[in-house]
């Protein structure tokens, strides 16, 4: 089946750009979609189809996708920025569809 | 407003059964293809099981077929999630979630109902 691969944490200063990366076999063949986890929380969409931004995101987040890396980016961070992050890809090339998931990456700003 | 409310968690033991059950409201909800996803404590987020707009197709992960049963009743609103012989390894928040207007990605999310497996 297949594997998504987000490294456990990423560490940000206020203000700064954070760059989140989910690798995957030729993801960039794949559409890729980004939630954010906040503690204790259910997941928010926040970016579809690699870098569309649902109704009530701020622009400072965005998407981009190719070759074997996709990447969440977060411009001017800001402290409520603070959380878990997890990339999708919807996986037709099994015997039946499967929504795969990332293991997540923890956002601290510092 | 797209509300998700799941309901039916709690403690069971492990080889026992439980009936989660997610009521829908804010859109037509006979219209939408619906999910359950689960995330173990301190763990990731994994699709469980998959449903149809109408019931009439059915996913589910390698790790609950045989197990678990997805449905729904499109006059009630509410999604349904059966599970049986439950393992250790169930033990999570299991989430409903909507899919999108395409089949890729989920777009509301409910608030989760605690599944705990002990004896």
């Known amino acids: 089946s297949y594997v998504l691969t987000q490294p456990p944490s990423v560490s940000v200063a206020p203000g700064k750009t954070a760059r989140i990366t989910c690798g995957g076999n030729?993801?960039?063949?794949?559409?890729v979609h980004w939630y954010q986890q906040k503690p204790g929380q259910a997941p928010v969409l926040v970016i579809y189809?690699?870098?569309d931004r649902p109704s009530g995101i701020p622009e400072r987040f965005s998407g981009s996708n190719s070759g074997n890396t996709a990447t969440l980016t977060i411009s001017r961070v800001e402290a409520g920025d603070e959380a878990d992050y997890y990339c999708?890809?919807?996986?037709?090339?099994?015997?039946?569809?499967?929504?795969?998931f990332g293991g997540g990456t923890k956002l601290t700003v510092l | 407003e797209v509300q998700l409310v799941e309901s039916g968690g709690g403690l069971v033991q492990p080889g026992g059964s439980l009936r989660l059950s997610c009521a829908a409201s804010?859109?037509?909800?006979?219209?939408?293809?619906m999910h359950w996803v689960r995330q173990a404590p301190g763990k990731g987020l994994e699709y469980v099981s998959a449903?149809?707009?109408?019931?009439?197709?059915?996913y589910y992960a390698n790790s609950v077929k045989g197990r678990f049963t997805i449905s729904r009743d499109n006059s009630k609103n509410t999604l349904y999630l059966q599970m049986g012989s439950l393992r250790a390894e169930d033990m999570a928040v299991y989430y409903c979630?909507?899919?999108?207007?395409?089949?890729?990605?989920?777009?509301?999310w409910g608030q989760g109902t605690l599944v705990t497996v002990s004896s």
């Open positions: 979630a909507r899919l999108g207007d395409s089949v890729e990605y989920f777009d509301y």
């Open positions: 804010g859109f037509t909800f006979s219209s939408y293809a």
């Open positions: 449903i149809s707009s109408n019931g009439g197709s059915t």
């Open positions: 030729n993801i960039g063949s794949k559409s």
């Open positions: 189809y690699d870098s």
């Open positions: 999708q890809v919807w996986d037709s090339s099994s015997d039946h569809p499967n929504w795969v």
